[in-house]
């Protein structure tokens, strides 16, 4: 059974930064595509970055040039560094990942999903 756990979440100033972490487990996803969504009160899940099987990213406009996909295969983890936070990336930040090489921005290319963990910045 796959299982995803984020870790890494929590309360920072504007401007700080924080990691997250996603550790996958029942399946090796290293020639996979995994991603990054958050969620924020009332409103849709939307998509923050993704990092496909040969290594290539991509992201969200309102995260571009602040936050940093990365994964470590061995650990079979994926990371989200996210620095100079802004109060609009309040929200609940989610792993998932997907049986295809490219994942893309859309949530339903994407077959698990962790639990989610809560990132809130104050202004």
């Known amino acids: 059974q796959v299982q995803l756990v984020e870790s890494g979440g929590g309360l920072v100033q504007a401007g700080g930064s924080l990691r997250l972490s996603c ?9 996979y595509a995994m991603g990054w969504f ?15 099987s040969g290594g290539s990213t991509a992201y ?5 040039g602040r936050f940093t996909i990365s994964r470590d ?9 996210m620095n100079s936070l802004k109060p609009e990336d309040t929200a609940v930040y989610y792993c998932a990942a997907t049986n295809t090489w490219y994942g893309g921005s859309a949530h339903y290319n994407y ?4 639990q989610g963990t809560q990132v809130t910045v104050s202004s």
Not at 23 to 31: E, I, L, V
Not at 38 to 52: L, M
Request: aromatic share 12%; proline share 2%.
């Open 23 to 31: 550790t996958a487990s029942g399946r090796t996803f290293s020639r």
């Open 38 to 52: 958050r969620q924020a009160p009332g409103k849709e899940r939307e998509f923050v970055a993704v990092i496909r």
């Open 60 to 64: 969200a406009d309102s995260v571009k």
């Open 73 to 81: 295969g061995a650990k079979n983890t994926v990371y989200l560094q």
């Open 111 to 114: 077959d698990y999903w962790g």
